[in-house]
Nanobody
Framework: QVQLVESGGGLVQPGGSLRLSCVTTFTGGRFNINAMGWYRQAPGKEREFVAGIMRGGSQDYSPSVNGRFSISRDNQQNLMTLQMNNLNPEDAGVYFC??????????????????WGKGTLVTVSS
């Protein structure tokens, strides 16, 4: 079993920064996770892809966050982070951490990801 727990959400003013973290906990035995990603969902909107990172470190980003957000992971510490800079109100929503054992990359639609966290809320408002 795998549990993903996000943290770091909160209220930030436009132009501000937040750093989200996702900790992976294994029960019953540890195994390699290949693809990990961050997704977000705003009220009344569908879930959308934010950023993904593969076990080897290769990354991809949604065009809406590229250049402002940075994803990283530490496979030894079972930790993934999302540094979010220059936030705007359109970035607000619940951010979810996700992981897949065998996928080559985190898919834009999130289908096929094996594990999901419960999310952390990001609010961008003055």
């Amino acid at each position: 079993q795998v549990q993903l727990v996000e943290s770091g959400g909160g209220l930030v003013q436009p132009g501000g920064s937040l750093r989200l973290s996702c900790v992976t906990t294994f029960t019953g035995g540890r195994f390699n996770i290949n693809a990990m990603g961050w997704y977000r969902q705003a009220p009344g909107k569908e879930r959308e892809f934010v950023a993904g990172i593969m076990r080897g470190g290769s990354q991809d980003y949604s065009p809406s966050v590229n250049g402002r957000f940075s994803i990283s992971r530490d496979n030894q510490q079972n930790l993934m982070t999302l540094q979010m800079n220059n936030l705007n109100p359109e970035d607000a929503g619940v951010y979810f951490c996700s992981a897949a054992r065998y996928l080559n990359k985190a898919p834009v639609n999130g289908r096929g990801m094996d594990y999901w966290g419960k999310g952390t809320l990001v609010t961008v408002s003055s």
